[in-house]
């Protein structure tokens, strides 16, 4: 029998303050104030519509409120939410992106009343920029990237604007880095294209403390993961990393005891203080045994200029996946509702769900993206993800057809923490299955 009140009273210290014959009065709890949140888009929506909170007492789905459509909409929630957003990507793509999260995600002390940009955005005018490559390697400006070989002819993509043209030469091993490199219609290349008058790479040995067994050549349905490492940077003009070196990771423990991998990195004198470089290392598990599944996994850690990586680097640990042989995502269907329970997760801060394929009326192919953060799935313990269509208003032309071929992927992402917060690396893991009917 619980003890009453009183009893714990008398049984307690005399030291003890506090004590009476009434029992305490419940705490006040101030209730969260609305948060007005900005929906921002590039072009006017076909459908936007919210749900303020996950399920009511009766563990029920709280229902969609519908907001008018706008490039520039706004609603209130008070805490976990979903919103909904419907566009025409362009003349053949129709896209539904969904994004569950909740309202101390984006709040700061300066940010009140937080903006989410979604996708929805007109097509870029890109200017082309064209050259030819001095060596096998990379040559990449601001978020495009091409593979090269020897005297390759190239094509990228840009908008108008300043960026930083990145060349590399795998074989003899030098960078160039073009910094303010303006693109103005199109663009040549030229000079910022020869990678051999660029600066030496240095070598560096990352080290990897998890690396999956070797394949088995007895058994094509075992250890069939393979792994390289990489190295890039990202320089101030550019909105992505641009690859320097790639290289295979020898899994075989006999021949590689010390789990090292040669690399090579741009020294000191070809960066900036702005300029941040990057080893990583990629899983890639190119095809599951007797599937349609895919799956990669990696894990990044930065280095600035000023750091001696001539002598090796932390070792990096690479996360858990998404999908083995054994255990898959277990997908399902909720009236014509694709779904998904997540058996076992890597650590994640957000997650991202999409699936494509032909529109019901066959006249257009149809996108479902769904991301959800670490704190929704923490505040609702949402198990099994649903791309929720019963919206009011949401069109048949805007749902897939499940009859025929479509593909599915799950992502996530996660920024490792030391004890102290301080940032460690940077995870990845992904899953892709192309389903036939």
């Known amino acids: 029998m619980r003890p009453s009140y009183s009893l714990v009273c008398a049984l307690l210290s005399p030291a003890v303050i506090g004590c009476s014959d009434s029992i305490p009065a419940p705490p006040v709890v101030t209730p969260p104030s609305p948060t007005t949140i900005h ?38 929630v008070l805490g976990s939410y979903s919103v909904a957003v419907v566009c025409n990507l362009d003349a053949n793509t129709v896209l539904t992106w969904q994004t569950l ?53 190239f094509t990228l993509h840009a908008l108008d604007g300043t960026y930083d043209f990145v060349a590399s030469d795998t074989t003899a091993k030098k960078a160039l880095i073009t910094r303010g490199f303006k693109v103005m219609g199109a663009t040549d290349a030229g000079a910022a294209a020869n990678a051999s008058t660029g600066a030496s790479l240095v070598q560096i040995t990352p080290s990897l403390s998890n690396p999956p067994p070797i394949p088995d050549p007895k058994d094509a349905k075992k250890n069939t993961e393979i792994v390289t490492g990489q190295v890039d940077v990202l320089t101030k003009n550019n909105s992505t990393t641009a690859t320097l070196f790639i290289s295979d990771f020898n899994l075989d423990p006999k ?32 095809q599951i045994e007797g599937t349609s599944i895919s799956t990669t996994r990696t894990v990044s850690m930065p280095f600035k200029m000023g750091d001696d990586v001539t002598k090796g680097l932390t070792q990096l640990t690479m996360p858990g996946r998404l999908a083995t042989l054994t255990v898959v995502p277990g997908w399902g269907f909720d009236a014509n509702r694709l779904s998904v329970a997540l058996p076992s997760l890597p650590a994640l801060d957000d997650m991202t769900i999409e699936t494509s394929g032909t529109s019901t009326d066959g006249a257009k192919t149809a996108i479902y993206e769904m991301h959800i953060s670490a ?31 479509y593909s599915r992927d799950i992502s996530t992402e996660n920024d490792a923490l030391d004890d102290d917060g301080n940032f460690v690396d940077h995870e990845t893991s992904s899953f892709h299955e192309d389903v036939t009917p």
């Open 39 to 76: 929906v921002k888009s590039g072009i006017t929506p076909l459908l936007i519509a919210y749900r303020d909170g996950f399920t009511d007492a009766q563990l029920k789905p709280i229902a969609w409120k519908m907001v008018t459509p706008a490039m520039d909409a706004m609603f209130t």
């Open 375 to 405: 704190s929704y799935f923490s505040d609702t313990s949402l198990a099994r993800p649903l791309f929720d269509t019963d919206i009011p208003g949401f069109m048949a032309a805007w749902k897939i057809d499940f009859t025929k071929a």
């Open 255 to 286: 021949a590689n005891k010390d789990q090292l991998i040669t690399l090579f990195a741009l020294p000191d004198s070809a960066l900036t203080k702005d300029d941040t470089q990057n080893v990583t290392f990629i899983g890639t598990n190119p």
């Open 101 to 153: 999260r909740t309202v101390d995600d984006d709040l700061t002390d300066t940010v009140t009343e937080p903006t989410l940009n979604t996708p929805c955005q007109p097509p870029p005018a890109l200017s082309a920029i064209t050259g030819t490559a001095s060596g096998p390697g990379f040559v990449h400006v601001d978020a495009d990237e091409k593979a090269t070989t020897a005297s390759t002819a």
